[in-house]
């Protein structure tokens, strides 16, 4: 029989974007019509996407029953104006999403701390590529809209997007929101939801992501039939942070990944395509108990992957959501007459 689904996968440029569409190619019936909408600020960026996905596609299963088409919308979650956009784009495409990954993943970084690097590889190696501290971040940055950057780009755009896509995730649409392992309680102050102040700002955006969903996910499901779920992709290659590593650095720090592993680490997934297990595997599961927990990609130290869940401290949930929601209506009355002209594709 066959089923038709829409997948809006926002950050389907970055490595574990990419893969995202990957596995649900693979992983849903052959016979299900897949419409993959890809995100990207750039044009030529989502363009590029969208032919690797088809390669891939076509060179794994080229007589696949069930089609799979594409669209694309231009979004950046640091401008407010480009979220009502994507927005409006989409309702004027769609009646119906069933899923919407949101894999915002915008950090402010300055570098690397090298010293500080060898010393903890040195003290604690496993530690030093699970949860680092060299990572430099810029402190103080904001968005043209006023919020601090990081805050906007990984919490509240998305946050406000799902608020106006809400009447087309109602009546069976699944969110899964893309954490992070580093989204830990130590590097978020409740006087700084915005992380303005903050030198872990995007450690801290997972953590604010964390306690938006234990603060959100039962009304979700209660009020619009919506099921939200967690997930943490644990630790992969990423295309965000190649551009502070020379040839050498990059392979020490797969050499590290690989060594972690091997000791015993579940996190060090290294390979984007088993990093997307977890989020795809929420979003094709028949079990809303697993929205309780935050799910999590991992693999044996011979690679095999498989799914483990965590249960997170949600102190505080009620007062970031009621924070959140704060801003949802002051946005709400800014941008109620600013809904531009979408481009036709």
């Not at 915002?104 to 680092?132: C, H, K, L, R, S």
């Not at 978020?188 to 604010?208: M, N, T």
């Not at 977890?278 to 094709?284: E, K």
Request: glycine content about 6%.
């Amino acid at each position: 029989m066959t089923t038709a689904k829409v997948a809006v996968i926002t950050g389907t440029t970055s490595n574990l974007g990419i893969n995202i569409a990957y596995r649900l190619i693979d992983e849903l019936p052959s016979t299900t019509n897949l419409t993959l909408v890809v995100t990207s600020r750039t044009l030529p960026r989502a363009k590029e996407c969208i032919d690797q996905i088809n390669q891939y596609r076509i060179m794994r299963y080229p007589t696949r029953e069930g089609q799979v088409e594409f669209e694309y919308v231009l979004v950046d979650f640091a401008d407010m104006i480009s979220i009502v956009s994507a927005y409006y784009e989409l309702t004027q495409r769609f009646t119906k999403i069933d899923y919407l990954f949101v894999n915002a993943a915008q950090g402010v970084y300055d570098g690397i701390d090298w010293m500080e690097a060898f010393m903890e590889v040195f003290m604690n190696p496993v530690d030093a590529v699970t949860n680092p501290s060299y990572k430099k971040q810029r402190v103080g940055v904001r968005s043209e809209d006023g919020m601090g950057l990081v805050f906007q780009a990984n919490v509240f755009g998305p946050y406000y997007f799902i608020h106006k896509l809400i009447p087309l995730l109602k009546d069976g649409g699944k969110i899964i929101w893309i954490s992070s392992l580093m989204g830990l309680a130590k590097h978020l102050s409740f006087e700084d939801l915005q992380l303005v102040r903050s030198i872990a700002s995007y450690e801290g955006s997972k953590r604010l992501v964390d306690l938006m969903h234990y603060g959100t996910y039962k009304t979700l499901k209660s009020d619009y039939g919506i099921e939200q779920y967690l997930v943490q992709p644990g630790i992969f290659t990423s295309f965000s942070f190649f551009q502070y590593l020379n040839y050498f650095t990059y392979y020490g720090m797969l050499m590290l990944f690989y060594i972690a592993r091997w000791l015993g680490s579940p996190n060090h997934n290294i390979l984007g395509y088993i990093a997307a297990n977890a989020p795809v595997a929420a979003a094709i599961s028949k079990d809303s108990q697993d929205q309780k927990y935050k799910i999590g990609s991992a693999t044996t130290a011979t690679g095999k992957a498989y799914i483990k869940y965590e249960e997170v401290d949600d102190s505080g949930a009620e007062d970031v959501v009621a924070y959140l929601d704060t801003l949802v209506k002051e946005w709400d009355d800014k941008l109620k007459d600013q809904i531009t002209n979408s481009r036709q594709i």
